[in-house]
């Protein structure tokens, strides 16, 4: 009788103990999860394709990238007239001047800023805006300063404003205007005057005196004078005339000194004004051909004939 050989389990080693058992090749192991399925490569291809209406906005931006530079380079819309508005005294050749700069340029690439501070430079220009249109039409408006004086030399008729700045010219031989007969006039003899144009400053201090003096009332010194008319010269400095009666009064330089302020230049004008009232009210203004105020303690005046 032929005894089966006892089969040893192979996973066992002797004494009982037991070793893991090889993993064939290729096979999962069995206690990992699986992973999971990858996007599809046409999905990923496709994400990553620009969809048909972002290349239609692509294209839409492209074309009217090409179109503006086509407009602000190209011969079709380009500035063929110029024109303006508000101007009284600036000369209009000037204004043209500025703005015939821009004929022939391209409409899209006329910088309207750069225009509008030439125009607001000149000095009969305080304010100015520019706009160009399709049309090929680049147009200005501008606001002028307000006259306050007018100051006139050897050579010209000077209109100026509030801060002192001539801006303006007249015709010496023309009578002036109606709205400008009531601003204080000066006829300035000095040699300096001469050399004043247009874009010149009168010195405040200068301006200030001349201003009070043209608005000084007659009745103020005393005189029976319909009007008075204000000078200035290098001898005599401000001067006051009536022609009916006919005299001439001196007052002296005002602006030169730094020391004077504006309340002691007007202490030193009234006791001037006094000194003439006085005189006047003891003398016939009739008889005196010229008076000198400028030391009002010490006042000289010379009779006709």
């Known amino acids: 009788m032929k005894l089966k050989a006892n089969r040893k389990d192979p996973s066992r080693r002797a004494g009982g103990a037991s070793r893991p058992m090889a993993r064939r090749p290729g096979a999962r192991p069995r206690n990992r999860m699986a992973r999971r399925p990858g ?150 003899d000095r040699f300096e005057g001469r050399l004043l144009a247009i874009g010149d400053r009168i010195p405040a201090a200068l301006l200030r005196t001349a201003s009070a003096l043209s608005e000084l009332d007659p009745a103020a010194l005393g005189s029976e004078a319909r009007s008075l008319a204000v000078a200035v010269d290098d001898d005599h400095g401000f001067r006051l005339r009536s022609d009916d009666p006919e005299w001439e009064v001196a007052f002296g330089v005002y602006g030169l000194d730094p020391r004077e302020t504006a309340a002691s230049a007007d202490a030193r004008l009234e006791r001037q004004v006094t000194a003439v009232r006085t005189l006047f009210a003891t003398r016939s203004e009739a008889e005196i051909g010229w008076v000198d105020v400028r030391n009002p303690g010490k006042v000289y005046f010379r009779a006709k004939g």
Not at 60 to 76: D, I, K, Q, R, Y
Not at 79 to 103: C, F, I, K, N
Not at 140 to 154: D, G, H, L, R
Not at 165 to 180: H, K, Q, S, T, W
């Open 39 to 188: 996007v599809p490569l046409r999905r990923r291809i496709g994400g990553r394709l620009p969809t048909l209406g972002r290349i239609l906005a692509l294209l839409g931006a492209v074309a009217a990238a090409v179109a503006l530079v086509a407009l602000v380079t190209g011969p079709w819309v380009r500035v063929a007239d110029v024109s303006w508005a508000g101007s009284r005294y600036t000369p209009h050749d000037e204004l043209d001047r500025v703005l015939a700069d821009q004929r022939g340029a391209a409409v899209l690439a006329v910088d309207t800023t750069a225009v509008r501070d030439r125009l607001e430079a000149l000095p009969s220009v305080m304010e100015a805006r520019v706009s160009a249109d399709l049309t090929g039409a680049l147009s200005a408006s501008i606001v002028e300063p307000e006259p306050t004086f007018v100051w006139e030399t050897a050579r010209a008729r000077l209109v100026g404003g509030a801060d002192g700045i001539l801006f303006a010219v007249l015709d010496r031989e023309a009578a002036l205007p109606d709205d400008l007969r009531g601003l204080a006039t000066v006829v300035d």
